[in-house]
């Protein structure tokens, strides 16, 4: 590989946002505000079970939009753009026959 092909840096930085416990206590939330309609009667009223998947569906919204204003207010405004170099070359048609 010749010195003009190497990158010694990355071009473009990637940012992962942090690892969150919303996306499973949505789905708990929905599942049990779901099952709050079916399970009538099971150890409690169905709207009791609703009501408390109504509190973690809403509780794991909050807490999953809060990370994510914290996770972009955390990216540093401004980067050092640098593109690779593309080799330059003349587009032409293909030739007939």
């Not at 992962?16 to 996306?23: A, C, D, I, V």
């Not at 009667?41 to 709207?47: L, Y």
């Not at 994510?68 to 003349?90: C, E, H, K, M, N």
């Amino acid at each position: 590989m010749t010195d003009h092909d190497r990158i010694d840096q990355p071009t473009e930085l990637i940012y992962l946002e942090r690892p969150s416990w919303g996306p499973p206590f949505l789905a708990l939330g929905i599942a049990l505000l779901v099952c709050g309609i079916f399970a009538e009667g099971f150890m409690v009223r169905g709207w009791v079970w609703s009501a408390i998947g109504a509190i973690f569906a809403l509780a794991a919204v909050w807490s999953m939009v809060r990370a994510s204003i914290r996770d972009f207010y955390r990216l540093p405004r401004r980067q050092r753009r640098r593109g690779a170099v593309l080799p330059i070359s003349t587009l032409r048609p293909p030739r007939r026959g």
